[in-house]
């Protein structure tokens, strides 16, 4: 088995490990605090080892700080600060994504159409539950985030006329799918405790980034 392929096997082993065993098998729960923070590294490998990537450096940054969003999320405790800091290393993660997605659009974006309402109304709503919850120190980055989040699903909107219709479908589905799992992850946080929300959460993440990444990783020129 080749190199990347490779990798991308060891990603499945590693998503299985952090949603499926704790779920069948709560004695083994503490082996997602060995697969959770294994999951990005082995994302950044299979880049590391594709051929002919474009803006590889950028990929891989994006993929570290999403690891580090991990492993701070990963802390036990109530500690604002590793929430904040898991926050801001997803922060910059999508920063670098928006500018990929950017590079990607060879036309002049009008900053309003359908999906500028729709992103809107997402943000919109998602704080409306939100920020009722929230002290003000923790409203401030809840608000830039949402809106960071917002932004990095308008941009991956917005390449259709730019690449394939494979690549749109497979950047913009990972897109929507980062967006459903940090949406899951804020409500049961701070406005409803849901069953099962830790499934939904991760699963969603963990395709989410695989999507991204493989668009990112196929993309040409």
Not at 79 to 95: D, T
């Amino acid at each position: 088995m080749k190199g990347p392929r490779l990798f991308l096997l060891l990603y499945g082993i590693a998503a299985f490990l952090d949603v499926i065993v704790p779920m069948l098998f709560p004695s083994f729960s503490q082996v997602r605090y060995l697969a959770k923070p294994a999951l990005m590294l082995l994302l950044m490998a299979y880049v590391f080892v594709s051929k002919d990537v474009e803006r590889k450096p950028t990929i891989l940054l994006a993929l570290f700080f999403a690891w580090l969003g991990d492993v701070f999320l990963m802390i036990p405790g109530s500690n604002p600060l590793f929430f904040q800091l898991g926050l801001g290393g997803f922060l910059i993660m999508q920063w670098l994504y928006i500018d990929m997605f950017k590079k990607q659009i060879n036309k002049v974006l009008s900053p309003v159409n359908g999906m500028t309402i729709v992103v809107a109304i997402y943000v919109l709503g998602l704080l409306s539950l939100l920020l009722p919850q929230m002290n003000l120190a923790l409203a401030i980055p809840v608000i830039v985030y949402a809106i960071s989040l917002g932004t990095m699903l308008w941009f991956a909107s917005q390449r259709k006329s730019s690449v394939s219709l494979w690549n749109y479908q497979c950047i913009l589905g990972g897109a929507v799918l980062f967006v459903l799992s940090d949406s899951l992850l804020a409500i049961n946080k701070f406005y409803y405790s849901f069953p099962g929300n830790s499934f939904w959460v991760m699963s969603t993440y963990i395709l989410a980034q695989l999507l991204l990444t493989q668009g990112l990783v196929k993309l040409r020129s």
